[in-house]
């Protein structure tokens, strides 16, 4: 390896490195659903088996890696420190991540990008709110990332183990988020429509030889685990698909084609879609961010977006464009569902296209200022290209420190202050390690009580699911009625309705505590994003009365 790739390796791995670190130092930031993977690894650890309650196989996790590394980990370190656990994996994913910064950038050279345009690419995905954050919070993003880069690796740079490293990355994709096989076909096909006579010269005959046998290297890699999940829990579906599309409507075809028919017209009305959110902080959605950060990002992503069906583009561009469009329909008109970990992978593919779309204009103001009569305008190009990369990255840089503060606080006042007390009062109020909570904010309350959970929408709970389908979507407020919980922990602007009156919250339960945070985060001055700590700040703990009797109502006609 030349000094100078040996030099810029070291560099985008060591600034990698260092803004993930400075971030989880300084945030301490432990991601909620974390705990409600780590509940399992720890049961798998301690000898109970791969489940979240002991006794239930229910596969009440996502990610194979996000909870199998943890387990490892903890396992190792003789179950003695949940901090520590969760600094190794913080310290694996960072690790991962560095190692797919360097990967793309390699591949971005192959496609003999300006080195600015390298860099800016790089920069945007390192310092993207989202991916920084999921990548040191405890969750999987870190491998996400790695895998896809290795995957995009592989299409774009030709040479020895090609196919396999396609067919590592999506092996890789899979362990990571199962549903990365959308991601994966998604790629295929972009590949299979621009590149064949382009990367190695070869042509759409051996694109398919090469990704069908990438898909068998996939295949087998991923089956040791896909069999046993099915053994083990008698589905390879994890539970939280089902609990996640319960009582929705059936999947049909044929309006799955006539929304991606519309989709190019939704997405000019942005807050129906997911690009609005691809470029954005997470949660953005509940405020407190100013309107010009809205703006861009949705410009951006409408650019990325639409990169694809424009005249001239490089074959790399449209495979990333055509991918970014085609996720984003995805999370939009399939999932119909897009948190904030749900969008790292079409905004690194975003990314990707913004930085071929870039140097590609670079080049273009470079080709006008040698012609004669434009070298006036090609230089004012250049120049003002030039700005534009620094500000982008300027930007990227201090929402992610906005982000930063945001998430510093949220740690010390809702995860520490908040949900992990109520945790631990529960346990230590519970009358049996039976008791039955019910819930939407699974993950501390969930670990720290180690209690029975009966979440919404039931993504540790079979019974939940279970009940929900019997109900109804008509009726699938009367949980509580049906279930009867012993505990609930309610917010008072929770997003469920456990119960189809009020009155029955009055007579069948009585409240025992309140955890509040609200006089504590409105002193706080400067906190971007204040609206999404406000959410949390109010929890009330509610006990079943010993008296209580009441049943749920009769289904009305028709329903």
């Not at 994966?184 to 398919?208: C, H, Q, Y």
Request: a positive charge; aromatic letters at 12%; one cysteine or more.
């Amino acid at each position: 390896m030349k000094l100078a790739a040996i030099r810029s390796t070291v560099l985008v791995a060591g600034a990698v490195l260092l803004v993930g670190l400075v971030f989880a130092v300084f945030t301490q930031h432990a991601w909620e659903d974390y705990w409600i993977t780590f509940r399992v690894s720890r049961n798998l650890a301690t000898g109970h088996g791969l489940v979240y309650t002991p006794g239930e196989r229910l596969h009440s996790f996502t990610s194979p890696l996000g909870v199998l590394l943890p387990a490892a980990f903890c396992w190792l370190t003789g179950n003695q420190s949940d901090a520590l656990v969760l600094w190794l994996f913080r310290l694996t994913s960072l690790g991962f991540l560095a190692a797919g910064m360097v990967l793309l950038f390699q591949a971005l050279q192959s496609l003999q990008l300006q080195r600015v345009a390298c860099w800016l690419t790089v920069a945007l995905v390192a310092l993207d709110a989202k991916i920084v954050d999921f990548s040191i919070n405890g969750m999987e993003t870190g491998l996400l990332i790695f895998f896809l880069a290795l995957a995009i690796h592989g299409l774009l740079v030709a040479g020895p183990r090609q196919m396999l490293r396609i067919g590592v990355g999506w092996a890789g994709l899979m362990w990571t988020r199962p549903d990365s096989c959308v991601y994966i076909a998604i790629l295929g096909v972009g590949a299979l429509l621009f590149l064949p006579g382009r990367t190695g010269g070869k042509s759409r005959v051996e694109w398919i030889k090469m990704l069908f046998f990438a898909g068998l290297v996939c295949a087998v890699l991923y089956a040791g685990w896909f069999v046993w999940a099915w053994w083990y829990y008698g589905t390879p579906v994890p539970h939280t698909i089902a609990a996640k599309g319960a009582n929705r409507p059936p999947f049909l075809f044929d309006v799955l084609i006539a929304d991606l028919v519309m989709f190019p017209v939704k997405l000019l009305t942005p807050f129906a879609t997911s690009l609005q959110f691809t470029f954005l902080p997470g949660y953005a959605d509940h405020g407190g961010w100013p309107t010009v950060l809205s703006v861009a990002s949705y410009t951006l992503g409408f650019l990325a977006a639409f990169a694809w069906v424009l005249p001239g583009m490089r074959p790399a561009t449209r495979l990333f464009s055509l991918s970014c469009f085609l996720g984003n329909f995805y999370l939009t008109a399939v999932l119909k569902y897009y948190p904030p970990w749900y969008l790292p992978t079409v905004a690194v593919l975003g990314y990707l296209t913004l930085g071929l779309l870039f140097d590609q204009a670079l080049s273009l103001a470079e080709r006008l200022s040698q012609s004669p009569g434009g070298g006036g305008w090609g230089r004012c190009l250049h120049g003002g290209l030039r700005m534009v990369g620094i500000g982008l990255v300027a930007g990227q840089l201090a929402v992610t420190v906005c982000v930063a503060r945001q998430l510093q606080l949220q740690q010390a006042l809702i995860e520490n202050g908040l949900r992990r007390p109520i945790g631990l009062w529960l346990r230590a109020h519970a009358q049996t390690p039976r008791d039955t909570v019910m819930l939407e904010p699974l993950g501390y309350i969930g670990y720290y009580s180690g209690l029975k959970m009966l979440d919404i929408p039931g993504l540790a709970s079979r019974e939940v699911v279970q009940t929900r389908k019997r109900l109804g979507p008509y009726r699938e407020n009367q949980i509580g009625l049906e279930l009867k919980p012993d505990w609930l922990v309610l917010r008072p602007c929770d997003l469920f309705e456990p119960f189809p009156e009020s009155k029955y919250l009055q007579e069948l339960y009585e409240p025992v505590k309140v955890f509040d945070a609200s006089d504590k985060i409105k002193a706080i001055h400067w906190l971007p994003g204040r609206p999404y700590l406000q959410f949390d700040q109010l929890f009330i703990v509610y006990h079943r009365k010993p008296e209580a009797t009441a049943e749920p109502p009769a289904p009305e006609s028709g329903k």
